[in-house]
Each structure stands twice: as C-alpha cells, then as structure tokens.
C-alpha cells in the first residue's frame, strides 16, 4: 500500500514537500514514481527515483525538471516530492506509485496510492 | 521525449457493445506500452502491460494489440463498471509520458 500526504493550499511562489509512505512490502526494493492529475485533465508523469542498489538516481519531466526534487529514506520508508516555486498550474492530485519487475529503474505503475491534493492560489 | 496521442479523447457507448481506443507513439517504443483504467475520485488501476499482457484479475473480455508505433485497447462487451478513463502510458524512456485519456461515457 501506498499513501500519500502533505497536500495544501499554497500561493503561488512557495513551497511545499508531499509524502508516501508504503507498506506491505520491502520499500527499498522498488523505485518510486509521481503522477499528478490537474483537474479535469490527464496523467502526467512527474518523476522517479530509481532504488539505491540501481544508484538511486532521478528522473523527471521537463515541465518540473527545474523546480521539483525527488527523494527517498528507504529506513522509514518514505518518498518524497519537493515542489518549488509553485505556479497555478502544478493544481491537482498528486499520485505516488510504484510497480514491480523493474529491476529498481522507472517502472510500470501497478501500484498507486490515493492521492493528494494540492491548490496553488493567491 | 516520446509523444503519445490518443484516440479518441471520448466515446459514448452501451452496455454489450465492443469499443477501441488506439494510442500512437511519436516514435518506436517496441512493446513497452501500458493501458491504465481510472475512476472518477480513484487513483489508475494498471489493466495491461507490456502491449498486450492483462494485469493480475483483469477481465478477459479486456485485450490489446500491437502495430508498430500504434496500439489498441479493446473492450470485447462493455459492462457497466467499465465506464470510466482510459489512459496509454509509454516505459521505453524517460519521461514515461502517457496519452491524453479516453472517457468511455454511457450512451
């Protein structure tokens, strides 16, 4: 199971970290993804980062490449998303998910948690 | 990156009927093409993997297939919890970009 928090309504400009923690499985294992779901639109694939025995390396989409960071502490079992300079279009649900049969790269999603959402506005 | 365009981005349809979705790759992505279900509120459920393979307790009546960049989802009898979105998503490279999404809507 995945579970994500943190979610706020922020203004534009500022930051704001979101959290999934898992469970139910062994964390360290899996490399993490972020999806987020504007309202109204489609998935976008935000980012991921690879598992620490796949070097623990990152990779992102452009639109965020600059602005959003992604980690993991596999001892508490949590992945992160550090979004900065926040903008009226990074408003939506913020998935993390995760999938198996990746070798701890990028993998297909067959795990997702609920989601949480995030309001960017003045 | 690699682009995925979807079609069509709705449909309306009655249970028992047969629908396809097609999604086509800006370029070649080989077989590393996944077809997400998502309900309203819900986070996606993985349906199909890898082109064609159905994911753990997918109905069969749900198939994919392959032609060179362009793929189809089809739904061989639609029944009513099949109403919702669509979605293709590319894992050949980073970023794993997805398709703009199928609303599949009640006739």
């Known amino acids: 199971q995945l579970l994500e928090s943190g979610g706020a309504i922020v203004q534009p400009g500022r930051s704001l970290r979101l959290s999934c923690t898992g469970s139910g499985f062994t964390f360290g294992f899996y490399a993490m993804t972020w999806v987020r779901q504007a309202p109204g639109k489609g998935l976008e694939w935000l980012g991921c980062i690879r598992t620490q025995t796949s070097g623990g390396t990152t990779e992102y989409a452009a639109s965020v490449k600059d602005r959003f960071i992604i980690s993991r502490d596999d001892s508490e079992r949590f992945a992160y998303l550090q979004m900065t300079s926040l903008e009226s279009e990074d408003t939506g649900f913020y998935f993390c998910?995760?999938?198996?049969?990746?070798?701890?790269?990028?993998?297909?999603?067959?795990?997702w948690g609920q989601g949480t959402l995030v309001t960017v506005s003045s | 990156d690699i682009q995925m365009t979807q079609s069509p981005s709705s449909l309306s349809a009655s249970v028992g009927d047969r629908i396809t979705i097609t999604c086509r790759a800006s370029e070649s992505i080989s077989r590393y093409l996944n077809w997400y279900q998502q309900k309203p509120g819900k986070a996606p459920k993985l349906l199909i993997f890898a082109a064609s393979n159905l994911h753990n307790d997918v109905p069969s009546r749900f198939s994919a297939t392959r032609s060179g960049t362009d793929f189809t989802l089809t739904i061989g009898s639609l029944q009513p919890e099949d109403f919702a979105t669509y979605s293709c998503q590319q894992t050949y490279s980073v970023p794993h970009t997805f398709g703009g999404g199928t609303k599949v809507e009640i006739k």
């Open positions: 998910a995760t999938g198996e049969g990746s070798g701890g790269d990028c993998p297909t999603l067959d795990s």
